[in-house]
Nanobody, 118 residues
Framework: QVQLVESGGGLVQVGGSLRLSCRVT???????????MSWYRQTPGSQRDLVAS???????NYADSVKERFIISKDNTKNEVYLQMSGLRPEDTAAYYC?????????WGQGTQVTVSA
């Protein structure tokens, strides 16, 4: 059973940086060359919004609010996806979720909290 495990969240001051990681488990071979991976974020009472995505071929897409500040990357050999966040702002505070889409699969991680203090 494919599962996603996020890590790297925490408390950071305005202007600081964090690196989120998402590890894909439960598969014996690299799936990232076959899957589209994304990071979403959600605050209480709001919908889950796309932050960044990376296609199976490595094409990247970002929400306007994080362009020039966040970088999504992946390591196919490790089955891991990363979100490097810099220039963090209070409005970046949210639970961040990793998502995998591949064929009929649409899998979510449990989320990791990012809190940016002013």
């Amino acid at each position: 059973q494919v599962q996603l495990v996020e890590s790297g969240g925490g408390l950071v001051q305005v202007g600081g940086s964090l690196r989120l990681s998402c590890r894909v488990t439960g598969t014996p071979r690299s799936v990232l060359s076959l899957a589209s991976m994304s990071w979403y974020r959600q605050t209480p009472g709001s919908q889950r919004d796309l932050v960044a995505s990376i296609s199976r071929l490595g094409s990247k897409n970002y929400a306007d609010s994080v362009k020039e500040r966040f970088i999504i990357s992946k390591d196919n050999t490790k089955n891991e996806v990363y979100l490097q966040m810099s220039g963090l702002r209070p409005e970046d505070t949210a639970a961040y979720y990793c998502n995998l889409k591949m064929q009929s699969k649409d899998i979510w991680g449990q989320g990791t909290q990012v809190t940016v203090s002013a």
